[in-house]
């Protein structure tokens, strides 16, 4: 039987490709979005992909919003926590609402969403979560003190919530993307990316369906023993 999976900012970048990869692997996809109601009807109409909106900050609305799921496509067997923003500021000039902002959507919004599929997975016996942290949340970045503590954050999430996962069948991972051609990276200064690249021992950025690879690898049937881990995928920006 198909599994069910919900994509959070499924409907662009990096997301996008993760829901596509998924629906080819086989599983019945729900890509959520947070409010660009064009773009996500786009998608739909491209995808055949049913998308759904709510704000993955918010707990009620994350219960609120796997129920609509789970009413019509079945029961979440995966999640993949992709829905995130940058709100970039030097410390001293970064607000506290830039801050709160990054940390409850990226951070925040990984335990509401799983908070609502958890106690699901754990009564099935079967889960497969994957959270996506960043480079900059294992290496830290420049103006970004928001962003790199919520990525990092993921970080022990995930292997905190793998262990409390592990005897319940259910998988907790991360991917450690680098730097990916999405809207996310459009926004960074063409003088600062030039820098990045330049840092960037394959020579380019990568491509959003080089992470959604990562992500149907671990979302598989055989990846039962794989838990806890940070896949990272960054053409050898940061090796260690
Ligand atoms: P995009 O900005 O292209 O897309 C973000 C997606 O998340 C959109 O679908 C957006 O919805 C959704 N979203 C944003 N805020 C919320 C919210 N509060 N509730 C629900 N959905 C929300 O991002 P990318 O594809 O570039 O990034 C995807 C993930 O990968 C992010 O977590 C990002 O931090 C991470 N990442 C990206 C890297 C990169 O180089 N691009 C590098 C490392 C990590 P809407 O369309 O409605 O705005």
Same mark, same amino acid.
Request: glycine residues 18%; without cysteine.
């Given at each position: 039987m198909a599994r069910v999976a919900i994509v959070t900012g @499924?409907?662009?970048g990096i997301g996008e490709a993760i829901s596509l990869a998924l629906q080819d692997a086989g599983a019945k996809v729900a890509a959520t979005y947070a409010g660009d109601d064009g773009r996500a009807q786009a998608f739909t109409d491209r995808t055949g992909i049913p998308a759904y909106k709510w704000d993955v900050a918010d707990p009620e609305a994350c219960a609120e919003g796997v129920a609509r799921v789970e009413a019509d496509l079945g029961a979440v067997d995966i999640l993949v926590n992709n829905a995130g923003i940058t709100r970039d500021a030097t410390f001293l000039k970064q607000s506290y609402a830039q801050w709160k902002a990054v940390i409850d959507t990226n951070l925040g919004g990984c335990f509401n969403m799983a908070k609502a599929v958890f106690p699901g997975m754990r009564a099935r016996q079967w889960g497969r979560i994957v959270n996506i942290g960043s480079i900059n949340g294992q290496a830290g970045q420049y103006g970004q003190v928001n962003y790199a503590a919520a990525k990092s954050g993921i970080h022990g999430f995930t292997k905190a919530l793998a262990q409390e996962g592990a005897r319940a069948g259910i998988t907790v991972n991360a991917i450690a993307p680098g730097y990916i051609d999405t809207d996310m990276v459009a926004a960074v200064p063409e003088e600062v990316l030039d820098k990045i690249v330049a840092k960037i021992p394959v020579g380019r950025l990568g491509q959003a369906h080089e992470i959604a690879r990562g992500v149907v690898f671990l979302t !598989?049937?055989? !990846? @039962?023993?794989?838990?806890g881990s940070t896949l990272s995928i960054n053409g050898g920006q940061h090796m260690y």
């Open positions: @499924g409907t662009r !598989a049937e055989d !990846a @039962g023993f794989v838990t």
